[in-house]
């Protein structure tokens, strides 16, 4: 089971990321790369680099044969997939057991069943964990027994692709006529996506928010949880922002120790090991739902990281040595706020248009309480290849106030030049008032925010944000979202001044 290298299946900021851990471990380390990849940072920081193949995923970081004979012929004993790529993909994790090497995530068999959204369904439904109003999931129905089956749950109800997940082959149908078209579609949809066209149903939830809970368990059957993340603020189902705690639990530590118990429960039913999330839906009375589960490293795992201090990449290498879990349950604690801004090449004046190109600057920022973690550098290039992401900005602060504000702080520091970048939609983002409230699910970006007029808010922002702070540091018990949401239909922010003032006269 021990190890001494590790071959790192991906590149970019993931890739990076898992070196870093190596190394810290004194573990020697093995990057692959394409051909555009051939100067990428996470190449300079491997001990040794083996390139793989032409730029397209399908033919450099998506091929498992040339993968598993690089592991072999530099003598990697151990494969880390990052996320995306080969990360979920079961016959990969096997194949890693079949020829001795050590797959640094879980065993091929939870990857299948949690795969499989309708099998995830029914294993969840039979352990306990809460799922959303709907059919079985495990069993193929036909269009007539499907819109039969609709009529009970209740419409809208939304059909879902068994093989689908984070969204795709999705339709929302909001009556009985519908039905029978969106069928169609949503089967043809997955066929053409994932060569199966199973679907069933569930009642469509509206309204709620996206919080997901990390789990981390070892080979022993300890299975503990590291508190959530707030994953609400999205687009088309791409993350932009992420927090933790969520500002919808925030102090309700009832509510946090509930949800990770189902977290763990659904870890527990399909014998899972290492690092992985439960995605949840929870509505505005706190019911939460089972979505899937996400068997691998996130993206988003550094805003747990900050608030937690633990280490999740250290604890997957730990896990997959056959170790112990480095902490108990009793152990883990949150302390303060973390937020996570994806920073992605790309335009978002322009419909979130990609924007690809020499990165004549990269300078990042730095400084207390802030982290970026990124796979390039100035001099390297964006290309169309692989997704647009350039790095993420993420920050600490006692308080939501506070890290709010030092991500502003984060990203005016922040000097991106040759590619356009999402920076100025983090910064509208992050002085809308309804942001600052923490009073957002998850159609807030799509269908309440506008950069012009987030924009116009932007210029009186900055003195009432540090006012506010000021006051949530004096009263040391106080969160910024508590004294925005006294007054929940007061949008000028001179009536926050005002009382600023009486206070302080
Ligand atoms: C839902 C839902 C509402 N009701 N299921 C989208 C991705 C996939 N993981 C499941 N998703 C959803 N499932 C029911 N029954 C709303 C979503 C959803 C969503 C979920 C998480 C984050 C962003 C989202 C955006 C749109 C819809």
């Given at each position: 089971?021990?190890?001494?290298?590790?071959?790192?299946?991906?590149?970019?900021?993931?890739?990076?990321?898992?070196?870093?851990?190596?190394?810290?471990?004194?573990?020697?380390?093995?990057?692959?790369?394409?051909?555009?990849?051939?100067?990428?940072?996470?190449?300079?920081?491997?001990?040794?680099?083996?390139?793989?193949?032409?730029?397209?995923?399908?033919?450099?970081?998506?091929?498992?044969?040339?993968?598993?004979?690089?592991?072999?012929?530099?003598?990697?004993?151990?494969?880390?997939?990052?996320?995306?790529?080969?990360?979920?993909?079961?016959?990969?994790?096997?194949?890693?057991?079949?020829?001795?090497?050590?797959?640094?995530?879980?065993?091929?068999?939870?990857?299948?069943?949690?795969?499989?959204?309708?099998?995830?369904?029914?294993?969840?439904?039979?352990?306990?964990?809460?799922?959303?109003?709907?059919?079985?999931?495990?069993?193929?129905?036909?269009?007539?027994?499907?819109?039969?089956?609709?009529?009970?749950?209740?419409f809208p109800v939304l059909i879902k692709a068994t093989a689908g997940g984070g969204g795709k082959g999705m339709r929302t149908v909001r009556s009985q006529e519908e039905m029978a078209d969106a069928l169609e579609s949503a089967r043809r949809e997955s066929l053409a996506a994932f060569g199966d066209d199973n679907v069933y149903l569930e009642k469509l939830v509206e309204g709620a928010r996206h919080i997901e809970?990390?789990?981390?368990?070892?080979?022993?059957?300890?299975?503990?949880?590291?508190?959530?993340?707030?994953?609400?603020?999205?687009?088309?189902?791409?993350?932009?922002?992420?927090?933790?705690?969520?500002?919808?639990?925030?102090?309700?530590?009832?509510?946090?120790?509930?949800?990770g118990a189902i977290g763990i429960l659904a870890a527990k039913a399909v014998d899972y090991v290492n690092a992985g999330t439960i995605e949840c839906l929870v509505d505005k009375d706190k019911n939460f739902y089972f979505l899937e589960m996400n068997t691998r490293l996130q993206v988003e795992h550094p805003v747990t990281e900050m608030v937690t201090g633990i280490d999740i990449v250290k604890e997957q290498i730990?896990?997959?040595?056959?170790?112990?879990?480095?902490?108990?349950?009793?152990?883990?604690?949150?302390?303060?706020?973390?937020?996570?801004?994806?920073?992605?090449?790309?335009?978002?004046?322009?419909?979130?248009?990609?924007?690809?190109?020499?990165?004549?600057?990269?300078?990042?920022?730095?400084?207390?309480?802030?982290?970026?973690?990124?796979?390039?550098?100035?001099?390297?290039?964006?290309?169309?290849?692989?997704?647009?992401?350039?790095?993420?900005?993420?920050?600490?602060?006692?308080?939501?106030?506070?890290?709010?504000?030092?991500?502003?702080?984060?990203?005016?520091?922040?000097?991106?030049?040759?590619?356009?970048?999402?920076?100025?939609?983090?910064?509208?983002?992050?002085?809308?008032?309804?942001?600052?409230?923490?009073?957002?699910?998850?159609?807030?970006?799509?269908?309440?925010?506008?950069?012009?007029?987030?924009?116009?808010?932007?210029?009186?922002?900055?003195?009432?944000?540090?006012?506010?702070?000021?006051?949530?540091?004096?009263?040391?018990?106080?969160?910024?979202?508590?004294?925005?949401?006294?007054?929940?239909?007061?949008?000028?922010?001179?009536?926050?001044?005002?009382?600023?003032?009486?206070?302080?006269?």
């Amino acid at each position: 089971m021990t190890f001494n290298k590790v071959l790192i299946a991906n590149r970019g900021e993931i890739a990076v990321r898992v070196i870093r851990a190596c190394r810290e471990l004194g573990l020697k380390t093995v990057a692959v790369y394409s051909d555009v990849d051939r100067r990428a940072l996470h190449v300079r920081y491997a001990t040794q680099a083996y390139h793989i193949g032409p730029p397209a995923s399908a033919d450099s970081y998506l091929r498992m044969e040339k993968i598993i004979a690089v592991a072999k012929k530099s003598g990697a004993e151990a494969i880390h997939p990052g996320y995306g790529f080969l990360a979920e993909r079961a016959v990969f994790a096997q194949l890693c057991a079949d020829e001795g090497l050590t797959f640094i995530g879980p065993p091929p068999d939870a990857i299948t069943r949690m795969g499989d959204k309708g099998m995830a369904r029914k294993i969840m439904r039979d352990a306990g964990v809460p799922v959303v109003p709907g059919t079985p999931g495990e069993k193929k129905m036909s269009d007539d027994e499907l819109i039969n089956a609709a009529a009970g749950i209740g419409f809208p109800v939304l059909i879902k692709a068994t093989a689908g997940g984070g969204g795709k082959g999705m339709r929302t149908v909001r009556s009985q006529e519908e039905m029978a078209d969106a069928l169609e579609s949503a089967r043809r949809e997955s066929l053409a996506a994932f060569g199966d066209d199973n679907v069933y149903l569930e009642k469509l939830v509206e309204g709620a928010r996206h919080i997901e809970v990390q789990i981390i368990a070892d080979a022993e059957g300890n299975v503990i949880h590291l508190g959530e993340r707030e994953c609400s603020i999205q687009r088309r189902h791409q993350k932009l922002l992420e927090e933790s705690p969520s500002p919808f639990i925030d102090e309700d530590e009832e509510f946090r120790q509930k949800m990770g118990a189902i977290g763990i429960l659904a870890a527990k039913a399909v014998d899972y090991v290492n690092a992985g999330t439960i995605e949840c839906l929870v509505d505005k009375d706190k019911n939460f739902y089972f979505l899937e589960m996400n068997t691998r490293l996130q993206v988003e795992h550094p805003v747990t990281e900050m608030v937690t201090g633990i280490d999740i990449v250290k604890e997957q290498i730990r896990i997959a040595r056959g170790r112990a879990l480095g902490y108990t349950q009793a152990n883990v604690k949150m302390n303060g706020w973390a937020i996570e801004c994806r920073v992605n090449a790309e335009d978002p004046y322009n419909n979130f248009m990609p924007s690809t190109g020499y990165l004549n600057k990269h300078a990042v920022p730095t400084g207390p309480g802030v982290r970026v973690d990124t796979g390039v550098d100035t001099g390297a290039t964006i290309t169309p290849y692989y997704d647009p992401m350039i790095s993420k900005v993420i920050v600490w602060g006692e308080t939501r106030a506070q890290a709010i504000l030092r991500m502003r702080r984060a990203l005016d520091e922040y000097k991106i030049l040759g590619v356009l970048t999402n920076i100025p939609f983090h910064q509208a983002l992050l002085s809308q008032h309804r942001f600052m409230a923490g009073t957002f699910d998850t159609k807030f970006v799509e269908e309440r925010f506008s950069m012009e007029e987030a924009e116009e808010s932007r210029d009186t922002f900055p003195e009432i944000a540090a006012i506010l702070a000021t006051l949530a540091a004096h009263r040391q018990t106080e969160r910024a979202a508590h004294i925005i949401q006294r007054n929940k239909r007061d949008t000028s922010n001179w009536k926050w001044v005002g009382r600023y003032e009486r206070i302080h006269r």
